[in-house]
């Protein structure tokens, strides 16, 4: 069974630009977490989405946004880009409505770079 | 608002040893909490979990014990191998709420 796939896998954008990347979860798993991973912080939760609609949201500016289509794959955009943005985003997927201890499976992350 | 602690940023321990990772934890709400491990450039992998209602998981080489009187947990790695080097991620989610990580305690197993 294929894992959760991330693309890009490295990016490196300017600051001011828009930057989009995308998840596929696994197959039959209809929720997908986005997480922002920086040294110090930890994994800091961006969104999660189940069945196309956002169900959590963390405590990230508006330039922050998401979306997931009717097949589950999820993209994350980002619009005006800052330094402080350049970190690994990463996309976890799980089965159903509530997590519960099995906890996620999370792709390979997309590292993003801006300069 | 840390609702999980990871204390330690960093840990050294002997290979044949045992490993203790710690994490604190404020929300009483939390059903569930998990150790993921990381190793550089890979996404976190799900390590063990741990039912609010037990206070011991034992899965091989790494047991995770709950006090939920203190609001703490420990993952322990016995024997600890030089392969465990990597980051271990405390986390706690409870019902529809997210997945809460703490901040992560880097293992070097010393050969």
């Known amino acids: 069974k294929a894992g959760v796939t991330q693309t890009p896998r490295y990016l490196i954008k300017t600051r001011g630009q828009q930057v989009t990347l995308s998840c596929s979860p696994i197959s039959g798993h209809r929720s997908v977490s986005w997480y922002q991973q920086t040294p110090g912080q930890g994994l800091q939760f961006l969104f999660e989405y189940f069945s196309e609609t956002q169900r959590n949201k963390g405590n990230f500016p508006g330039r922050f946004s998401g979306r997931q289509f009717s097949n589950s794959r999820s993209e994350m955009n980002v619009s005006t880009l800052e330094l402080g943005d350049s970190a690994l985003y990463l996309c976890?997927?799980?089965?159903?409505?509530?997590?519960?201890?099995?906890?996620?499976?999370f792709g390979s992350g997309t590292r993003l770079t801006v300069v | 608002d840390q609702q999980v602690k990871q204390n330690s940023p960093s840990l050294s321990v002997q290979e044949g040893r045992i490993s203790i990772l710690n994490c604190d934890y404020t929300n009483s709400m939390f059903d569930y909490f998990l150790w993921y491990k990381k190793y550089p450039a890979e996404g976190p992998t799900f390590l063990i979990s741990i039912s609010s209602i037990k206070d011991k998981n034992e899965d091989g080489r790494f047991t995770v014990f709950l006090n939920k009187s203190a609001k703490h947990l420990s993952l322990h790695i016995v024997p600890s191998q030089p392969g465990d080097s990597a980051v271990y991620f405390c986390?706690?989610?409870?019902?529809?709420?997210?997945?809460?990580f703490g901040i992560g305690t880097k293992l070097q197993v010393i050969p």
């Open positions: 976890a997927s799980s089965l159903g409505e509530a997590t519960g201890g099995h906890g996620y499976t």
């Open positions: 986390a706690a989610g409870g019902g529809y709420q997210k997945v809460t």
